[in-house]
């Protein structure tokens, strides 16, 4: 059975830092790309980053340099460092595992940043 979890989300201020972590069981995760998108009430799901199986990293471009994806194969863990955190990264963010037809989907965790 494939599980995928989310935690480290929480309330934070503006320029705050919160880090997420995602753990995946029940696939085979060093070949799977492991991906982070956010969903606020108003908006569509945006894609936030991506790390690839050897270490291939992207970022959406609102990302601007203050979050960094991260990943260990031996805790089949995928991680998110956020920084300079701001209102509008309020969302909920959740973690994809992607491998050719396979997608799995964690039920996300909710970050706020608010004053």
């Known amino acids: 059975q494939v599980k995928v979890v989310e935690s480290g989300g929480g309330l934070v201020q503006p320029g705050g830092s919160l880090r997420l972590s995602c753990v995946a069981s029940?696939?085979?995760?060093?070949?799977?790309?492991m991906n982070w998108f956010r969903q606020t009430p108003e908006n569509e799901r945006e894609w936030v980053a991506t790390?690839?199986?050897?270490?291939?990293?992207t970022y959406a471009d609102f990302v601007q340099g203050r979050f960094t994806i991260s990943r260990d194969n031996a805790a089949n863990a995928i991680y998110l460092q956020m920084n300079s955190l701001k209102p509008e990264d309020t969302a909920i963010y959740y973690c994809?595992?992607?491998?050719?037809?396979?997608?799995?989907w964690g039920p996300g965790t909710q970050v706020s940043v608010s004053s």
């Open positions: 994809n595992a992607q491998q050719r037809n396979r997608d799995y």
């Open positions: 029940g696939i085979n995760f060093n070949i799977y790309i």
């Open positions: 790390i690839g199986p050897m270490n291939t990293i």
